[in-house]
C-alpha cells in the first residue's frame, strides 16, 4: 500500500511516500481502505518536531495523520459495530499513533462512526478531529445554552467554522474573529458578529461574553478576559500558549481551562447525525493526493487556512 513515511523531524520534505504492508488487524478494529484524510495543524507541529513528535518518535515507521474516511474491508473478530463494505470515518489513536496517511489504516472500531450517505469522504475526513475539537471544548466544561454570548477565535479556521456551527445550532449568539477577507465566510457560517482582529482591539469591538474558545493563545488570551461576563468561561486550545490561562482567568474572576481532544466514537456518531441533518458542514478549501502532501504541509501551516483542507491516496 501507499503510505506517508516521516523520516525525521523537519520540514515538508521530510514526509516521504513508501510502499508499505496493509496492517494485520487486531480484534477490536477495522481494516479500512482510506479515501480521504485530514490535513491539521498538529500534523504539522509534529512533523516539525513538536507536537506528538516526541511520543512518536521512536515508531518505524512513522505514518502521520490521525483523520480518515473510507470503507470497511475486514472487521476484527470482536467488532459488531460495523462490517465489510460499511464507510466509516473518525479521528482515530488521537493522541497516539493514528498512521491516518496510507491506503488502509488499522482503526480501533471505537474510534470511529458511520459516514452519512448524503456526505461525500472529504468532507468526513474534514469533520473528524476540528469537529470533534469543537464539539467537546464546547461541552467539555459548560452546557450551552440558547442566549448565551459565545465568542469563537479564528473563526474560519478548521476547528473555529464547526464551533461557530455547532454554538449557532445550540441557539447561542455567536461572534466569531478572523482578517477582513474572510468576513463574509464567517458570517455565512452562523456567527452574528465578525470581529476583524486587524481592525482594532477585541475590547473596543465586543463585551459581555460567557463563554470563549480560544484556538490561539498567548494575548489572545488576555483581551479575551476584558470581554468576559464575571464567571465566564474560556477554554484554551493551543498548548505552548494556554498554560497560565487557568491562574490569570482566576485572577479576574473567571473560569479558564486548557483542552485536549479525544478519540471518541460516540461523539463522532453525534457530528455525524448534525452532518447528516445539515445542522453543521464541512468546508474544504483545497484537496491535495499523497503526491502533493508536503504542499498540503506548506499551506496548513501558513496559519491562513479557510476552513479544512484534505488529501487521498489516489
Do not use: C
Amino acid at each position: 500500500m501507499k503510505a506517508i513515511v516521516l523520516k525525521e523531524a523537519g520540514g515538508p520534505e521530510n514526509l516521504v511516500l513508501e510502499e508499505l504492508p496493509v496492517p494485520a488487524v487486531g480484534p477490536e478494529e477495522v481494516l479500512v481502505a482510506v479515501q480521504s484524510v485530514s490535513i491539521n495543524p498538529i500534523d504539522a507541529k509534529t512533523r516539525s518536531g513538536k507536537g506528538l513528535y516526541p511520543v512518536l518518535k521512536y515508531e518505524d515507521p512513522l505514518i502521520p495523520g490521525w483523520d480518515i474516511s473510507g470503507r470497511v474491508v475486514e472487521a476484527g473478530s470482536k467488532v459488531s459495530a460495523f462490517k465489510k463494505d460499511d464507510e466509516v470515518f473518525g479521528m482515530i489513536n488521537f493522541p497516539g499513533h493514528g498512521k491516518a496517511y496510507a491506503e488502509y489504516v488499522a482503526a480501533p472500531a471505537a474510534h470511529l462512526t458511520g459516514k452519512p450517505a448524503n456526505i461525500s469522504h472529504h468532507e468526513a475526513a474534514a469533520a473528524s478531529l476540528a469537529a470533534l475539537t469543537a464539539w467537546q471544548s464546547l461541552h467539555a466544561f459548560t452546557t450551552l445554552k440558547k442566549g448565551q454570548r459565545v465568542l469563537i477565535h479564528a473563526a474560519a479556521g478548521g476547528v473555529g467554522h464547526f464551533a461557530v456551527q455547532i454554538a449557532r445550532r445550540a441557539g447561542a449568539w455567536v461572534a466569531g474573529t478572523a482578517s477582513t477577507a474572510n468576513r463574509g465566510f464567517v458570517l455565512e457560517t452562523g456567527a452574528h458578529q465578525f470581529i476583524d482582529y486587524t481592525a482594532g482591539t477585541l475590547e473596543d469591538q465586543i463585551a459581555d461574553i460567557d463563554i470563549v474558545l480560544d484556538t490561539i493563545g498567548g494575548d489572545t488570551i488576555d483581551h479575551s478576559l476584558k470581554v468576559m461576563k464575571k464567571g465566564a468561561i474560556i477554554v484554551s486550545i493551543p498548548s505552548g500558549r494556554n498554560e497560565a490561562v487557568a491562574r490569570k482567568a482566576e485572577a479576574a474572576g473567571m473560569l479558564g481551562h486548557t483542552f485536549k481532544v479525544q478519540s471518541d466514537g460516540k461523539d463522532m456518531k453525534i457530528l455525524a447525525s448534525l452532518l447528516e441533518q445539515g445542522m453543521i458542514r464541512s468546508h474544504i478549501s483545497r484537496i491535495y493526493d499523497f503526491a502533493h502532501i508536503a504542499a498540503a504541509h506548506a499551506q496548513i501551516e501558513t496559519g491562513h487556512t479557510v476552513g479544512k483542507i484534505v488529501a487521498t491516496p489516489a
